[in-house]
């Protein structure tokens, strides 16, 4: 049986995170519609949600609480203090596939795709879970690819330093994620690249997107 990595035991992502993106993570739920499922992490954006039954709103919010692969986070207190309409599932990603759940119309992503080995299976499991004309809202790190020329020796510093989170902590911070949802044959609209200055220096690149099939690709 494969050993149980440290980084399963313990938050490998900075605490700066948590009220560096707060607003970030509440935009981004903010966006959601439909059925959505939430990867988990996090907690301080579950309020955002717009539930509701008017066409554009959230119906359900199901939000993965032992995320397997897809751990760390702020995860809060416990479901009594969730708002209406959210339900904890304790499944990991993977096993959620397995279940043969109806489709999500969103799917929200709040940096854990650093903590994701397997990427492209991941983004796989991702199409097999979205509705036909479903998204993917993400919030993630990305690594600084293209930019290092002005950046300088800072440039090359901050890349290393992702590159030594991979090895060290078994965060993944150097992925060109837009490149990869390409890659995976998904539409990436209302891309947004920014700097967190307020955070240790490999999380400093982030990227806010929305992701689809392709309008032609059947489910």
């Not at 059925?35 to 119906?59: F, I, K, N, P």
């Not at 299976?121 to 600084?144: I, M, N």
Request: glycine share 12%; net charge neutral; hydrophobic share 45%.
């Amino acid at each position: 049986m494969a050993r149980t990595p440290l980084v399963a035991w313990m938050n490998p992502l900075p605490m700066e995170l948590t009220p560096a993106l707060g607003d970030r993570r509440r935009s981004v739920a903010a966006k959601a519609s439909g059925r959505v499922l939430d990867l988990g992490g996090w907690r301080d954006h579950l309020g955002a949600y717009r539930l509701g039954t008017a066409v554009g709103e959230v119906s359900d919010v199901v939000m993965l609480v032992r995320p397997g692969d897809l751990r760390a986070g702020d995860s809060g207190s416990g479901p009594g203090s969730d708002p209406a309409g959210v339900t904890r599932l304790d499944a990991s990603f993977d096993e959620l596939v397995g279940l043969g759940v109806e489709p999500f119309d969103t799917i929200v992503s709040l940096i854990r795709m650093p903590l994701i080995s397997d990427l492209d299976r991941f983004l796989a499991s991702v199409l097999q879970l979205l509705s036909g004309e479903g998204d993917l809202l993400l919030l993630e790190p990305v690594g600084r690819a293209g930019r290092m020329g002005g950046m300088g020796g800072m440039g090359r510093l901050l890349t290393l330093g992702g590159s030594l989170m991979n090895a060290a902590g078994g965060l993944h911070l150097d992925r060109d994620i837009p490149a990869r949802l390409r890659d995976a044959n998904m539409l990436v609209t209302d891309l947004e690249r920014f700097e967190v200055p307020a955070v240790s220096a490999p999380f400093r690149s982030f990227v806010e997107a929305r992701a689809r099939r392709p309008f032609s690709s059947p489910r």
